[in-house]
T-cell receptor, first 112, second 114 residues
Framework: DADVTQTPRNRITKTGKRIMLECSQT?????MYWYRQDPGLGLRLIYY???????NKGEISDGYSVSRQAQAKFSLSLESAIPNQTALYFC???????????FGPGTRLTVL | GENVEQHPSTLSVQEGDSAVIKCTYS??????FPWYKQELGKGPQLIID?????GEKKDQRIAVTLNKTAKHFSLHITETQPEDSAVYFC?????????????FGAGTRLFVKA
């Protein structure tokens, strides 16, 4: 089984809808991240969390919110989706004391 | 702000040839440089990394070099195989900070022709 899972894998929605993307991990890592990937722009950090009570904004947090429900779960929400939020979204985890990040398979989100 | 430039954006090589991808970074505080490989439909996976106290690191057919003075680092893949075809991302980070200061390059799409 995959160590970092994301649901859904694909989602098509309409402008103005609320969307939640979920991430679960079995790696036992404290650190979790949400990234957005756009063609030609690489990966950009949206939010990150170092433990259940810790939430931090990344480079591009506007229009997004997150919830760290447990050590193993980190959800990303788009309160009112807009077309320029169409992108590939990745969740990642990292262990304390290491710099390596482990990515999930991604969620392709399309906002019409 | 801080950035990482990656070149080329697309690279096509013949099977068995070498491939080189180059990155430059702007934050002189960066001291950890990972490389990720992203296959179609999957998330990025770490393939090799290097820290600023090392100039070169090799793992079988892949190697990474770092020139800290020039703020350049490169990925070298020798004896390329079709399964090396993927998108490769470089990144620059300040180590031991939990990764939130990781800046990724835009990616290089590598095609290995059989």
């Amino acid at each position: 089984d995959a160590d970092v899972t994301q649901t859904p894998r694909n989602r098509i929605t309409k402008t103005g809808k609320r969307i939640m993307l979920e991430c679960s991990q079995t790696k036992g890592h404290d650190r979790m991240y949400w990234y957005r990937q756009d063609p030609g722009l690489g990966l950009r950090l949206i939010y990150y969390s170092f433990d259940v009570k810790d939430i931090n904004k990344g480079e591009i947090s506007d229009g997004y919110s997150v919830s760290r429900q447990a050590q193993a779960k980190f959800s990303l929400s788009l309160e009112s989706a807009i077309p320029n939020q169409t992108a590939l979204y990745f969740c990642a985890t990292g262990g304390y004391g290491t710099d390596t990040q482990y990515f999930g398979p991604g969620t392709r989100l399309t906002v019409l | 702000g801080e950035n990482v430039e990656q070149h080329p954006s697309t690279l096509s090589v013949q099977e068995g040839d070498s491939a080189v991808i180059k990155c430059t970074y702007s934050d002189s505080a960066s001291n950890y440089f990972p490389w990720y490989k992203q296959e179609l439909g999957k998330g990025p996976q770490l393939i090799i990394d290097i820290r600023s106290n090392v100039g070169e690191k090799k793992d079988q057919r892949i190697a990474v070099t770092l020139n800290k003075t020039a703020k350049h680092f490169s990925l070298h893949i020798t004896e390329t195989q079709p399964e090396d075809s993927a998108v490769y991302f470089c990144a620059a980070s300040i180590g031991d900070t939990g990764g939130f200061k990781t800046i990724f390059g835009a990616g290089t799409r590598l095609f290995v022709k059989a």
